[in-house]
Structure formats: structure tokens, C-alpha cells
């Protein structure tokens, strides 16, 4: 593909806070993890919030079981990278509706983490091609954009506003790692070994895909090399960037 080899503006990296949403456990860490160590490696704040646990993604697992396991996994995961929050929405896994109540959920953790960047998986309907992007991530990436915008308004869910929660007009951008359609990369050559650690802390869930012969590391090289040559570094995570602002 031509346009994959097309080259990549810089993210910037004047901010300070991020709050990453996503559906699922291992969603950062097929994409962004090596990104965050580099951010919180720069002394910035990052927070994760998965949307569900990922509860039904081990097939030989019951919903029950698998919740506990995968949640622990995140948490591992993402302290791995610099990251010492993580919240869990516990919505249902792989049923997820884009819809209000998907964005009045979200929005609250804007409004109580008050982020400057908000990251999210890629939620076009394919990652490029013909692959088939899941339903959860687009739910989830277009609730996180309308979300943003809730988060501002305080006649928009205001029955979370009160003595401890005001409303948050302050992101600027929302990223999403994985697009087909990325605008942006940042160079993830130092932290990448951070990245793939964080991504071998969800083992169980790894174990239970069965993929043969699979290695994390040789699945985080080939993508992030990709990336690295649209910005002359060994390697990079992409992004496709949703400027919150007017007039942007
Ligand atoms: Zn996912």
C-alpha cells in the first residue's frame, strides 16, 4: 500500500495528562503500550480505563473466572508501562452499543481525570483492507469522541456534576492508535522492550488465543518498523488524530 508508506507529523508532546479509554484489557498493549512508557518515562501522567474486562475472551474460561484474571493481567500491564491507574467500567464484553448511555459512562471519567489527550484503539471499520476491525472498538471510539464533547457541557449528564465533578472542556485531541488512516507517529525505539513487556503480562489471555508460534515481540517489530520509517526511527507507534478544539 502506497499511502502506508506515506510519511508522519509528530505527535506533540507539550501536555501533561492522558487518559486512555478502551474496550479491552490488551488493547493498549497490542498498540500504544511502548507510546505511554515513553510519555510516563517523561514524567507525564497517564490513567487506563477499559470499558469491559475482557471477560469473554478466553474461550475455555467462564465470564466469572476470566474477569478476575484479566483485570489483574491490566493492572500488571499497565504498571509495567508507568501507569498506576486503571479503571474498570465493567460493561458487557463484545455486546458493547455505541448509544448515550456508553457516552455518559465515559464522560464522567473525563470529568473526574480531566485529561489533556484522550487515546483510543482505532475505530474505522477496518484496520486496512479487508480486516475487519471488532464491534466494541468502534463502539468505543465513537463514544469516547462524543464523550469529549459531553464531558465540556454541563447540561450534557448533569446529574454528575456536584461537589466533586465539574464539567471538562480541556482536551485537545483525541489519538487513536491503530487507524489505517494515521496522521501521526512517535518514536517508540527506547521503550519499545517496555512495550513488549507489557503486552507478555497478559498471559493468560495470550495462552488461551492459541496461536501457534506467536511471539509478542515479533508482532510488536513488524508494526512498529512500519511506523518507524514513516519518521526515519527504528521503530514508532502510529496514530490518527481528532483535534477537539474549534477551528482546528
Ligand atoms: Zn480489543
Not at 508508506?5 to 507539550?14: I, Q, V
Not at 448515550?100 to 470529568?111: D, K, M, S, Y
Request: aromatic share 10%; glycine share 12%; charged share 25%.
Amino acid at each position: 500500500m502506497l499511502g502506508a508508506m506515506e510519511p508522519l507529523e509528530l505527535l506533540p508532546e507539550d501536555w501533561d495528562r492522558a487518559l486512555c479509554v478502551v474496550a479491552h484489557p490488551d488493547d493498549m498493549e497490542f498498540g500504544a503500550a511502548a507510546a505511554v512508557a515513553r510519555w510516563t518515562g517523561q514524567g507525564k501522567t497517564v490513567v487506563y480505563c477499559m470499558v469491559t474486562s475482557g471477560e469473554a475472551g478466553i474461550d475455555g474460561l467462564s465470564p466469572d473466572e476470566c474477569r478476575t484474571v484479566r483485570e489483574a493481567e491490566q493492572v500488571e500491564s499497565a504498571r509495567i508501562v508507568g501507569v498506576p491507574t486503571v479503571d474498570f467500567l465493567h460493561q458487557p464484553d463484545g455486546i458493547l452499543e455505541y448509544g448515550v448511555p456508553l457516552r455518559r459512562e465515559i464522560a464522567e471519567v473525563v470529568r473526574r481525570h480531566r485529561p489533556d489527550i484522550v487515546i483510543t484503539g482505532n475505530f474505522r471499520d477496518t484496520w486496512g483492507g479487508t480486516n475487519l476491525n471488532q464491534a466494541d472498538h468502534i463502539a468505543v471510539g465513537k463514544a469516547v469522541v462524543d464523550a469529549v464533547r459531553d464531558a465540556g457541557n454541563r447540561w450534557v449528564f448533569p446529574e454528575q456534576l456536584g461537589d466533586d465533578l465539574e464539567p471538562w472542556g480541556g482536551v485537545r485531541a483525541v489519538w487513536a492508535f491503530g487507524s489505517p488512516s494515521a496522521t501521526h507517529a512517535v518514536d517508540t525505539t527506547d521503550t519499545f522492550d517496555a512495550g513488549v513487556a507489557s503486552l507478555d503480562a497478559h498471559g493468560a489471555y495470550i495462552d488461551g488465543l492459541g496461536w501457534e508460534n506467536w511471539d509478542s515481540r515479533e508482532f510488536l517489530e513488524g508494526f512498529g518498523r512500519q511506523g518507524g520509517q514513516r519518521i526515519g526511527t527504528a521503530f514508532a507507534a502510529t496514530f490518527e488524530v481528532f483535534p477537539m478544539g474549534w477551528g482546528e
